[in-house]
């Protein structure tokens, strides 16, 4: 079992930015690719962005790209999400999720469905 928890949202203006942080505990010693997914109010889970195990690749759905960057942190399996150019659309609780991999897995992973584990979520509010 992996726990994720993150941190790092609250509310800021439009054109703001935000970094929220995902910190794994548990199992870590496994490989994981790391996702972050959004839900807004009355909306399904949305992804976001991923990374893979190594950080090597990365990928974005497309109204965050180029606002966004996914990046590892120094500590296993942690990961960050910076959110820049914030719009009051991006309002939403963040999730971060891992998928288990193995080391010669390089695939993007965009579907909820295929993660292990997920952490509580940390709410964005952009005003306008």
């Known amino acids: 079992q992996v726990q994720l928890v993150e941190s790092g949202g609250g509310l800021v203006q439009a054109g703001g930015s935000l970094r929220l942080s995902c910190a794994p505990s548990?199992?870590?010693?496994?490989?994981?690719?790391m996702g972050w997914f959004r839900q807004a109010p009355g909306k399904e889970r949305e992804f976001v962005a991923t990374i893979t195990w190594n950080g090597g690749n990365t990928f974005y759905t497309d109204y965050v790209k180029g606002r966004f960057s996914i990046s590892r942190g120094n500590a296993k399996n942690s990961v960050y999400l910076q959110l820049n150019s914030l719009k009051p659309e991006d309002t939403a609780v963040y999730y971060c999720a891992a998928k288990t991999v193995s080391l010669s897995d390089r695939n993007y992973y965009t579907d909820l469905k295929q993660y292990d584990f997920w952490g509580q979520g940390t709410q964005v509010t952009v005003s306008s």
């Open positions: 548990g199992r870590t010693n496994n490989d994981y690719a």
